[in-house]
């Protein structure tokens, strides 16, 4: 039972332009939601959260947005770069930060 | 300032077998996590140390156990070896079981069994 899910295992942008990348959930416990980037033979990297009492948070050119009603969110990349390129996960928690469900990953490529 | 650090970085080992992976958290933090991502899957949780006991732990059976130390060092252990236990085993710390504090994970210990 996957109850976290990210149904595109991969995704192409041209540099400068927006990346979008989805997941969906199904545990309606959950109340805390991050994203995770992970490069080839590294370990998975903090990105940006989000708790179930927003619908909106922002750093730098990461944006996370929540829907609630939809058991939907996406994270926002803009403008992309070529860096980006990595694996996204999705994770969410009903435990704060710990114990996390994470979705299977996104592989982002960011063309120049 | 040293993140967290696992070893090994490769291992080989045979079905049946027994396996000890260790893992040094980031400075200040307390509490250790671990992690299993298969081939092509996300990372799945394992169980939490905090205070040298296990906090909580995920849906795997008893041949996975810890140990937490008292400088919050921790081991992963796997007995009698199943092919399916090939994956990148994670460990993730965090502070004080992690409240408000998201996990900073090492960079794996890749296990084969054949």
């Known amino acids: 039972d996957q109850q976290v899910k990210q149904n595109s295992p991969s995704l192409s942008v041209q540099e400068g332009r927006i990346s979008i990348l989805n997941c969906d959930y199904t545990?309606?416990?959950?109340?805390?939601f991050l994203w995770y980037k992970k490069y080839p033979a590294e370990g998975p990297t903090f990105l940006i959260s989000i708790s179930s009492i927003k619908d909106k948070n922002e750093d730098g050119r990461f944006t996370v947005f929540l829907n609630k009603s939809a058991k939907h969110l996406s994270l926002h990349i803009v403008p992309s770069q070529p860096g980006d390129s990595a694996v996204y996960f999705c994770a969410a928690s009903d435990t704060g930060f710990q114990k996390l469900v994470f979705g299977t990953g996104t592989r982002l490529l960011v063309s120049p | 300032d040293a993140g967290v650090t696992q070893s090994p970085t490769h291992l080989i080992k045979t079905r049946g077998q027994q396996v000890t992976l260790r893992c040094s958290p980031k400075?200040?933090?307390?509490?250790v996590s671990w992690y299993q991502q298969a081939l092509g899957q996300g990372p799945q949780f394992i169980f939490q140390?905090?205070?040298?006991?296990?906090?909580q732990r995920g849906n795997f059976p008893d041949r996975f156990s810890g140990h937490q130390f008292p400088n919050y060092s921790s081991e992963l252990n796997v007995n009698a070896l199943l092919l399916g236990d090939s994956a990148l085993y994670l460990c993730a710390s965090s502070s004080g079981q992690g409240e408000g504090s998201p996990l900073h994970f090492g960079n794996g210990t890749r296990l084969t069994v054949t």
């Open positions: 400075s200040g933090h307390d509490t």
């Open positions: 545990n309606s416990m959950f109340d805390y």
């Open positions: 140390y905090y205070e040298e006991e296990e906090r």
